[in-house]
């Protein structure tokens, strides 16, 4: 009898225990070995802009200043080193520089290792990447961008860490096709090279340089997917740009696959073990970590927002703050092509994103069989978001 109330005991503890531990802690406590070695990597993508929770009905998470306060505590209470890195598009998608300028602000402060360039990056033009994005010394990896009159050390083709003898090599890379319909005087000084080519070169380097290969990959997740059963592929693959979220990594061919989401509404975790002999991975766990309205804010960076917020007061239109009303219902109808006028023009003046271009060439179809070619007086279905103004 006194085994039984002996083992119900340890029990009722173990549920205590279990109940007692922290819901989120990133950086925790792993197995103390000297032949394992834990790394914690927080990864996001397509901020897409982003600074505050938008405090709209159907999109209760995201904010930067909840962000930092939520890696702040993960890494305070880790034993563990953390490496933070971003899959790119943390600018807005339609080009807004004085919020933008913001947006790098708190990027910059919040120091992450290593932060991709995606095509939203882009969506100010080249004198923006070349004055302000380029300006702030901001440790920007592409394999495949090139930037005109840019010299090579701006933007790195990959790092290396080196974390407890364990050297982690990390490069990204973003094909042409996000650029496809951006207007061309924003791209005309960029080149984007081959990305089978470019990504078989950087990740034969890499793998001759380090031992754990991370790449951050702006090609979207079914793209992510074919890179992970190549021969070369990464270790790991932190996906951006589709605006996927995987509620936990995925093992696609011999990588670990995560995405994160969009617009700033989770911090990726990916928790590993590397053995310090073979510097192999052999144990990973991890899940996205939603960004909820109640957890504790940074003042630093909620005074950061707060300055914008004294800014925008002034007038200035947020379209971050009209996508964050996209889960309203829609409304179809039919626009009159004007000469001028692209999907991605269109895509502007309608939804306030020009990358749901893809959506009003799918719900056109029938009437546009090229996307590049409308013409004026042609008419097309459009969708549009409640809340966005009349056209
Ligand atoms: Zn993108």
Known sequence: ???????FTLLVLGFVLLAMEPQYLICRQMPDSTRLIPVSIL???????????CECPGNPLGGLDRRVKLMQQLQMNSSTICLLLDG?????????PEKDDFVLEAYGNMRYDVLALGDQEFANGYSYVVGNLLKRSLPLVSASIEIKGVPNTAIKKYVIKDIQGIRFGITSVISDEPFELMPKDKIQDLKIA??????NNVLKELRQKSDIVILLSHLGYSKDSKCAKESDAPDIIIGAHSQTLLQEPEHQGSSILVHSGKNGEHLGQLDILV????KRIVKYSGQPIPILKDMEIDTAMKSLINRYKTFASTGYK??????????????TGEYIVKKGDTLWRIAIKIMGDPFQWKQLFEMNKDLI????LIYPDQKIRIRKNSGQNNI
Not at 88 to 96: A, E, K, P
Not at 275 to 278: E, H, S, Y
């Open 369 to 372: 069989k090229n996307a590049q």
């Open 88 to 96: 790119g598009d943390f600018l807005s998608s339609v080009g807004f």
């Open 43 to 53: 990864y996001t993508a397509n901020n897409n802009g982003y600074l505050e929770n």
């Open 275 to 278: 053995d310090k002999t073979t």
């Open 194 to 199: 081959d990305v089978r080519s470019c990504l």
């Open 1 to 7: 009898m006194k085994t039984i109330n002996y083992f």
């Open 318 to 331: 947020d379209h971050t703050l009209v996508a964050g009303m996209n889960d309203s219902p829609d409304k």
